[in-house]
Structure formats: C-alpha cells, structure tokens
C-alpha cells in the first residue's frame, strides 16, 4: 500500500525536491502540491481522494502552516499533519504541535529521517523525537511562573488509576476513542470518564498534550 501525501511548501522548486525524495521511496505517493495553507484547503476540498498525510511548511504566505494545520485538524481529522520547517525555535515547535502537528521535521532532516518519520506517524498517529519533546517541555517551563514544574507533573503520574494510566497509552495510538473504548472493554461514556479525569489531574487541555506529557514522563515510547 502507497501512503499518498500533500505537500504545502511556497518554494516550488523545494516542493520538486521534497516529492523526489519521497517518492524515491516505494512506501509514498504525492498527490497534491500547494504554494500555501489556502491553497492546500481547496484542494482538499475538491480532491475525490484525500490523502493520508500532509507534509506542512510552516511560513507560507496567505495561510500559514500554524491556521492550515488548525484547519485540517477541525474539517480533516483522519489526515495527519506533519511540519517540515527550517525553524529550530521552541516558540515555532510548540505552536505548532499545539496547532495539531503529530510531528515535526526539519528541512535538513535525512531522507531516511523523514521516511521513518512519516511511517511511525501513520502507525502510531504521531512521532516526537527527544529534541521535539525537550522543545515542548521547555516552552512549558518558560510560560510556567513554578520552577518545579516538571517535577510537580511526574508527582502527579501517582494520582492516576491503573485504568487511567491504561486510557493515556491508549491515548498515544492513531485509536479513536470509540475504539479505545472497546479495546479497553468498556462503554464510550466511561472512556469519556476517563479523558476528564486525566485532563483535569495532569492540567492538560488536548489529547496532543496528553500524548507529549506521556512519552516525556515514560508511560510510552518515543
């Protein structure tokens, strides 16, 4: 099975490269080229078929790729983003995996980086390396006035349940949670229950945080 990829890059001679690269690789098939966000939208909205996974530039011009990916994320939820961006910034990073990014690549990665990335993103829903996770963290730090943070959080992994513990692995999956629900052999409400739960203990708004929260803490692997 090809994957088949949207690529949202204004260089269109980067966009030439990106694709070469990726469909060197027998795993990936590109079927849309955009300049920018809003580009990429119509073409998303005419297309008959949509694909698996969106390779994002962040600075565009007309539509960003932060306002694209937070677009995809609300009318597109089953394509993957994934940022490819020469901005090494925590600032860049953090906003825009809060944009619904599940991964993020820079433009000087290994294409076997990229591929690797692409492949564990499409099998586990997303992919951060310790640098992307060190990024996030640290950008928590900076807007958090507590010193001890960090170290406050991993005290708060002890007020989680087994079965809540159980919901956040789950949770770090490309599984719905309809379908977390019935892996875990209970009703939707209950699993419903459950995300409350573990957003109010751990402070966190988003499954994308609770995702990064685990594999920083390591109830998964990165």
């Known amino acids: 099975m090809k994957f088949k990829i949207a690529l949202a890059d204004d260089h269109h001679l980067v966009r030439g490269g990106i694709k070469m690269q990726l469909e060197s690789f027998t795993e990936f ?88 990335t692409l492949l564990e993103v499409m099998a586990r829903g997303f992919y951060y390396d310790r640098f992307v996770i060190d990024s996030i963290m640290k950008a928590k730090e900076i807007n958090n006035s507590s010193d001890n943070s960090i170290s406050e959080s991993e005290k708060t992994i002890r007020l989680l349940t087994d079965r809540e513990i159980e919901f956040t692995q789950n949770c770090c999956s490309e599984l719905t949670y309809k379908e977390i629900a019935s892996k875990m052999n209970v009703n939707y409400r209950t699993v419903d229950g459950y995300r409350e739960s573990v957003f109010n203990k751990l402070s966190i708004k988003s499954r994308t945080g609770l995702v990064l929260f685990a594999v920083h803490h390591g109830l998964v692997e990165a």
Do not use: C, R, W
Request: proline share 5%.
């Open 29 to 116: 098939k590109v079927i849309i080229e955009a300049k920018n966000g809003k580009d990429l939208i119509n073409q998303l909205q005419e297309a008959e078929t949509l694909p698996h996974l969106i390779l994002m530039d962040v600075s565009m011009p007309i539509m960003n790729g932060f306002d694209a990916t937070t677009y995809i994320n609300q009318f597109f939820p089953d394509i993957k983003v994934v940022a490819l961006s020469v901005h090494d910034d925590i600032i860049t990073i953090n906003k825009m995996i809060e944009s619904g990014a599940n991964a993020y690549l820079l433009k000087d990665s290994t294409p076997m980086l990229v591929k690797n």
